[in-house]
């Protein structure tokens, strides 16, 4: 198994207990480069069930992202450890010159298979 970078990890964290979504960032993951904002867990996972409630055939799984608020019920991401993952919200995966999808996606990376990284968006061209 892979060792995390330790720096990632604490960058992970400081989105995390700040609950800022302004951190860019840009990672090498298997298969693409990818680079957005970092976006604090839960705030990541709300904007995923909104998207996924407003649609027709999909409205059902916003439940997945969404706590449990009567239960009390925390997932084991949400635990008290380091993160173990990026969330990325406004992203594009560089394919060549261009960003795709046009206006940005949301992404869940496992912090382990970020091969590289650095800070800030890479640039890329829409034409």
Do not use: C, N
Request: charged fraction near 25%; avoid cysteine.
């Amino acid at each position: 198994m892979k060792r995390p970078d330790d720096l990632l990890v604490t960058i992970a964290a400081m989105v995390e207990s700040q609950h800022s979504s302004r951190m860019s960032l840009t990672v090498v993951i298997p298969g693409a480069v990818l680079t957005g904002r970092l976006a604090p867990e839960a705030l990541w996972k709300e904007r995923v069930a909104e998207v996924l409630r407003d649609s027709e055939h999909l409205g059902r799984f916003a439940a997945a992202f969404t706590p449990d608020r009567g239960s009390g019920d925390r997932r084991p991401e949400q635990g008290d450890g380091p993160p173990t993952h990026l969330h990325f919200h406004v992203a594009r995966i560089l394919q060549g010159s261009f960003g795709i999808p046009e206006t940005g996606g949301m992404y869940r990376v496992p912090i382990e298979d970020v091969s590289a990284w650095t800070i800030g968006d890479i640039g890329y061209s829409d034409q």
